[in-house]
């Protein structure tokens, strides 16, 4: 029987979920299909119900490995996916780019419930912005997809304030997902006012920084060039010798906490809103478990403060993504 872990609704007529997520992504290599599997059930029975990926992690390999390993959970858990990306439905070749057109949107989630191996996605995702395609468009095809019993909620990622309204006029989005956490605070001056005011849930992606805020990355750290960190300007050498200042200063609460630098990060977005539900990802057990005792982790008010401070007065080296990627964040 899984653990029952404190839950969070998604939105005014999203889901409910359990208040820690996981991210399936990973980096690196291709994960070890066995492995994962293994993993990310380990984690439905520790009680966490919200799982995360995406058609173009692989593309499909992801998804297809979702799918398998929660076939014994279907109906006790939320999947989300994304859509967005200008991958052929059919082959899994990425064209480069993004297509969010009706008929792409359309072919995207056939595959995606094959692959998932249900007959309802729970939460669908636009993963980018397309500036070709009418915001309008892309809510009103998710709009039909729920109404023919294909799809349950939507969600955005990455979106900026102006394509969060469009959308939610058409059809109302449930939560929206982007990178946030004590080194990515950006999502604080305009999106995050929009989500409170329109009533939309927020999945911090990244919310340990990719690793870093854990604290066993410095500028030491080898990657390998599978990884996709070894392309991120905040990830650079240079850049992580500065920024480990940040980590530094966090493991001071840590240990007056009794805790690690990850479950301060991951408790202070929990206590920043009731409707934020974290997705960290990891491909090994005893971080996972770590992770989730982020969830006994009570920050009185000035704890809070005192997070929030030292993150507000950092200034993190380096930009979060690639120039190219950066292009499509926000829009």
Known sequence: ??????????????????????????????????????????????????????????????????????????????????????????????????????????AAVEGMLRRLRVDCIDLLYQHRVDPEVPMEDVAGTVKELIAAGKVKHFGMSEAGPQSIRRAHAVQPVAALQSEYSLWTREPERDVMPVLEELGIGFVPFSPLGKGFLAGRIDETTAFDPTDFRSRIPRFSEAARKANRALVDRLAVVAERKGATTAQIALAWLIAKKPWIVPIPGTRKLDRLEENLGALAVTLSDDDFREVDDISSAFKVEGERYPEDIMRLSGR
């Open 1 to 106: 029987m899984p653990t029952r872990l404190p839950s969070r609704k998604l939105g005014m007529e999203g889901p409910e979920v359990s208040a820690l997520g996981f991210g399936c992504m990973g980096y690196g290599a291709p994960p070890d299909k066995a492995a994962l599997i293994a993993l990310i059930r380990a984690a439905v029975e520790r009680g966490i119900t919200f799982l995360d990926t995406a058609e173009a992690y692989g593309p499909f390999r992801n998804e297809e490995i979702v799918g398998e390993a929660l076939a014994p959970f279907r109906g006790e858990v939320v999947i989300a996916t994304k859509f967005g990306w200008d991958i052929d439905p059919d082959t899994g070749k990425h064209h480069g780019g993004v297509n969010s057109k009706p008929a792409h949107i359309r």
